[in-house]
């Protein structure tokens, strides 16, 4: 143990100083020198025959007695060694003292030789032997050591809590749980009978002051799980500043919504996350706090389930760009974003279209929960949960906020939730439903401690010590634990905190490129059920999201400000039926509402699942194209099949026309930016690209103005990351 393992000021013993030893080695010169001064003292033995007197006899034996108990007293022996040491040589220089008084005979002599040889017998073997319990000897002294400096740290955690809380006769468990971070370590206490953890409450920041803890660093109480009595207590003591520095956003592998999503790593190297399918959860922090940084956290931990799908009410647009910019800006994938909504009337028509999934998920689910004999609806890929991502709550207009209400409360059987973030703790920012029905919650920096202490109403504020920089949190969950505020700091999801040029900054710099490449196949899709239920909202979300999104300065879609293939995509969808009108439609001259009804503006997959019978079959020219490539006898090979397809529109077209007939026809490649497969596909001198987007099979006819498909060697940037003119 060292100074680091018990609270400051009850310093461990230090080890005691090595005793003066002859040899600590089986056999050596030290010990040979000792073994051969006895046998020459027990020579005495024939001390008669040459006339010595008995008194020097009785000196020798007192002499061999002094140096025996000497020697094993500076060797450390046990006292039973010295005893029969001793002993052996009282007996043998005894009968010495004896033959030397009555002069020797035969007898004596015989007698004699058979002592002296016992005794030389007994002296070796007992230095043999306490050589062999020397470790025991070693490992008794280091318990009894180790023993003191428990009771030191029993006795000084006893102390402590009576000083700083007021708490008599608390008992420090012995064994103390080390973190294998090393930043700290946990203290097992068990309280008088009559208190629990709510004595301990508030007394954060003066037992980290008493232990010496650096900012950054500090004293978190727990009450442990359901089995664990209610007066003891866990106390976690972080010995070091965990809040400085940034933590690299770990990897991108898949998950799942029935696991934590996790954002961040507490003191003792664990993760902290919160389960944001069956709870939803409240963030609030000043300006500068790390808010939006946490929410982007969050998203990327969501996204990486294949079984729920993420949309936004972000009306700043800064927690939704980096989820949607690969795909807008570079053509990568799918938006990992399925909705982001960044003005009032869309944040109000997602509220509407969500009240109507809860709804219909109800109705039509309810079979399912009876058959599966479960209370809330299971997540999985074919019927995903849904997470709406609310930043800044006071920005959202009373109707909004009224929805969100409605979905907190109502959403949870169906895997609705709502994440919610302000900037203060007050009714201003936090609705009544928000506060009561919100069991996750996440306080980073305010300006006033205040604002801590309403968002963890029953444990009051945490020591504000700990927020050092931005992205340190507190969190718990009243239903799913921690059950007490813990501190953490959240992953970065930015370059910035790091040296440039380092692996951790490349990085992050490719994150959200390297989420969109890992993660969009696995983006489930929104159920049947739910889909019909939001109607036009959400079919036609992305052509009315996209120009709020990447409109240039006059306010219109240009091709410049949108990747090739989304740009061409963009061209094809009908134009949408307006937010506005969506939210507040027109009466007509009998006084009804008028019904609106449209074309769905979606971005195609290739996958099956992701095609409508409608918008397979809708033109002829589709159809006959794909029985003509399922007509062939011999296997089309994919590029052999794209020519086909292409070949037999008969007319240069756009990729989006294109794609779905592939898809149906049997082709089952991933990629999503027509350019990536061209060249994957070597279709360069087989298609043939008209300035207006559109291509065309080289035997089917000239397109005017057409030039070369780029091909990889065009792009330095590597595939699908630029778009070409």
């Keep these: 143990m060292t100074t680091t393992d018990i609270p400051a000021g009850l310093e461990t013993l230090s080890d005691k100083p090595k005793r003066w ?318 909705w982001p909504a960044t003005t009032a009337d869309e944040c109000e028509l997602m509220v509407i279209a969500a009240r109507a999934i809860i709804s219909a998920r109800k109705t039509f689910y309810a079979d399912l929960l009876e058959d599966e004999n479960v209370d809330n609806l299971p997540a999985r890929p074919d019927l995903p949960a849904i997470l709406i991502r609310v930043d800044e709550t006071k920005s959202m207009s009373d109707a909004a906020a009224e929805g969100l209400d409605w979905i907190i409360e109502e959403g949870r059987s169906v895997n609705v939730r709502v994440m919610n973030t302000g900037l203060r703790a007050t009714r201003d920012f936090v609705t009544a439903s928000m506060d009561e029905l919100m069991p996750g919650r996440i306080g980073l920096r305010t300006n006033n401690a205040s604002e801590l202490a309403m968002l963890f109403p029953d444990h009051g504020a945490p020591d504000m010590a700990v927020f050092t920089d931005p992205g340190t949190v507190v969190y718990m969950s009243t239903t799913k634990g921690p059950f007490q505020p813990t501190p953490a700091k959240a992953y970065a999801t930015m370059p910035d905190p790091f040296t440039e040029g380092s692996p951790e900054w490349q990085r992050m710099v490719d994150l959200f490129m390297d989420a969109a490449r890992q993660l969009s196949p696995l983006r489930p899709l929104l159920d049947e059920v739910s889909a019909n239920a939001a109607g036009l909202a959400y079919e036609q979300r992305w052509a009315r999201v996209i120009p709020n999104l990447r409109a240039g300065p006059s306010g219109k879609m240009t091709a410049d400000r949108v990747h090739e293939s989304v740009w061409e995509l963009y061209q094809t969808w009908p134009t949408p039926i307006p937010a506005h009108s969506l939210l507040h439609p027109e009466i007509d001259e009998e006084g009804n509402q008028v019904s609106y009804s449209g074309e769905a503006a979606t971005i195609p997959r290739l996958s099956q699942a992701a095609l409508s019978d409608d918008e397979l079959d809708r033109l002829a020219a589709q159809d006959a194209a794909v029985e003509l490539a399922k007509t062939n006898v011999a296997p089309k090979t994919p590029d052999a099949l794209t020519i086909e397809l292409f070949a037999a529109m008969g007319r240069s077209v756009r990729p989006s026309e294109v794609y779905p007939l592939m898809v149906k026809a049997g082709y089952d490649k991933s990629d999503r930016t027509f350019r990536d497969l061209c060249a994957k596909l070597s279709l360069q001198d087989k298609l043939i690209r008209g300035d207006d987007g559109t291509y065309a099979a080289v035997e089917s006819g000239e397109v005017p103005h057409a030039g070369r498909i780029p091909g990889p060697k065009d792009d330095p940037d590597g595939r699908g990351d630029a778009p070409h003119h």
């Design 21 to 338: 030893d002859f040899s600590r080695d089986a056999v050596t010169p030290g010990r040979l020198v000792a073994w051969g001064s006895e046998i020459a003292v027990a020579s005495a033995l024939v001390a008669p025959l040459a006339d010595i007197p008995w008194e020097a006899g009785a000196a020798a034996g007192v002499l061999c007695t002094g140096t025996a108990i000497m020697y094993e007293k500076a060797r450390g022996s046990w006292r039973r060694v010295m005893v029969a040491r001793a002993s052996s040589w009282m007996a043998t220089t005894g009968w010495l003292s004896y033959a030397l008084a009555t002069r020797p005979t035969l007898l004596t002599m015989v007698i004699g030789g058979a002592v002296w040889g016992t005794g030389a017998a007994v002296n070796i073997g007992m230095d043999r032997w306490g050589e062999t319990t020397r470790e025991a000897e070693k490992t008794l002294d280091e318990r009894l050591q180790q023993g003191e400096q428990i009771k030191a740290a029993q006795e000084g955690w006893a102390k402590l809590l009576y000083e700083i809380c007021g708490i008599e006769n608390a008992v420090a468990d012995p064994v103390i749980d080390r973190w294998p971070s090393g930043a700290g370590y946990t203290v097992k206490v068990t309280l008088p009978a009559h208190l629990n953890i709510d004595s301990l409450k508030g007394y954060e920041a003066e037992l980290a002051g008493a232990l010496h803890l650096p900012k950054g660093g500090g004293v978190a109480f727990s009450a442990g799980g359901a089995d664990i009595p209610r007066n003891v207590i866990f106390i976690a003591v972080t010995q070091k500043n965990l809040m400085s520095g940034a933590i690299p956003y770990p990897s991108l592998s898949p998950s799942t919504v029935n696991k934590p999503i996790g954002f961040g790593r507490i003191g003792n190297g664990t993760e902290a996350g919160l389960n944001l399918k069956d709870e939803g959860a409240l963030a609030v922090g000043a300006q500068g706090s790390g808010k939006t940084a946490l929410m982007k956290t969050v998203g990327l931990g969501y996204i990486r389930c294949d079984d729920g799908i993420l949309w936004d009410m972000d009306t700043s647009a800064k927690m939704s760009a980096p989820f949607i910019n690969p795909y807008l800006r570079h053509g990568i994938g799918v938006p990992l974003v399925d």
